[in-house]
């Protein structure tokens, strides 16, 4: 295939709130597999605080084709700087919860010394009323939620407002990479109760990321749909690199296996974090699972799973 020849590029938008000054630009030849910027930016304007993500149109013409793509933009609103929080990284908090209640509950993943470091799993909890609130959060740029991590959670305040809203608490992976001194922006939402309502409180937070990945990767969940098939999702801010599994029986004979994330032996997709083996015939029965697994800097998780998982 040869190179594109220039491109000719025309934004534009329905949305009447969106007002784009420079709606026009072109770009220079692009080759195959090539990432190349516009020559000049395109400039829009939202007319609206509450907007989270604008759909636009461009209109593309490169010599006699011309085609249409439409994209979304996600919005954020200048936020003020949040004024008190806590980084959680693996330390116990006690966090509101379901609008009116409490809950003392480890937050996060880390060293629990309050500072985030490369490969931790953080939660930033907002101080607000001399109550601190669990936040969803907005992240952009390679050095926050590697290899599409997304990882959030919800908290249900149908006891508190009986309608079943539910806030949402987001987790953020920090990836091993991250280099020492690197700022990362986040843009926060909490829910605070106003009975029967819900305020929505908003505002921005910049991490300073110190340190080096000392944290181990993170079980997210283990199945055996079928078969001796043994599955287990992981994350970490790192590639990582073995995970074995270990299998007990009722009268404590065990063995070994090591699982794989290379697309192979029961493996259905490479590089996705599900690592997966087949369990060679056994005895039928249920049997006890210890899971071991090891980040690409030697930081290594070895635990019991909760569940007994039947094999034959
Ligand atoms: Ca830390
Ligand atoms: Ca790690
Ligand atoms: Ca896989």
Redesign the pocket.
């Known amino acids: 295939m040869a190179a594109s020849g220039e491109i000719e590029i025309e934004l534009s938008t329905l949305n009447k709130k969106v007002i784009i000054s420079r709606p026009e630009s072109s770009s220079l030849s692009v080759g195959v597999n090539q990432t190349q910027k516009c020559q000049t930016p395109f400039v829009f304007q939202v007319e609206d605080d509450e907007m989270e993500v604008v759909k636009f149109r461009a209109r593309i013409k490169n010599g006699a084709t011309t085609w249409e793509q439409d994209f979304v933009v996600p919005i954020t609103a200048n936020l003020s700087p949040v004024q008190e929080y806590v980084i959680g990284d693996g330390g116990v908090y006690t966090v509101a919860k379901g609008g009116n209640d409490l809950d003392t509950v480890e937050i996060g993943q880390g060293n629990a010394d309050g500072i985030p470091n490369p ?1 931790e799993f953080i939660e930033i909890l907002v101080k607000d009323n001399d109550m601190l609130w669990r936040t969803e959060a907005s992240v952009q740029g390679p050095y926050a939620n590697p290899f599409g991590i997304h990882l959030r959670k919800s908290d249900n305040w149908g006891s508190y407002d009986h309608v079943g809203g539910s806030a949402k608490n987001s987790t953020i992976v920090i990836a ?1 990479d991250c280099p020492d001194g690197e700022q990362i922006d986040l843009s926060l939402e909490y829910w605070r109760p106003d009975y029967p309502y819900h305020i929505i409180g908003k505002g921005s937070v910049k991490l300073e990321i110190v340190g080096s ?1 000392q ?3 993170q079980i997210a969940w283990v199945q055996i749909p079928a078969d001796n098939l043994l599955q287990v999702k992981l994350h ?3 590639v990582i690199d073995r995970v074995q599994a270990t299998f007990i029986d009722k009268d404590k004979n065990t063995f070994d296996l090591t699982l794989n994330d290379r697309g192979i032996d029961g493996d259905a997709v490479g590089s996705d974090n599900v690592f997966c083996g087949l369990v060679p015939k056994q005895k039928f029965g249920f049997y006890r699972l210890i899971l071991e697994a090891e ?1 690409s ?1 030697g ?1 290594k998780v070895k635990q019991e799973v909760l569940e007994k998982f039947l094999l034959h």
């Open positions: 490969g091993s990945d944290t181990p990767p970490d801010g790192s980040d800097f930081n």
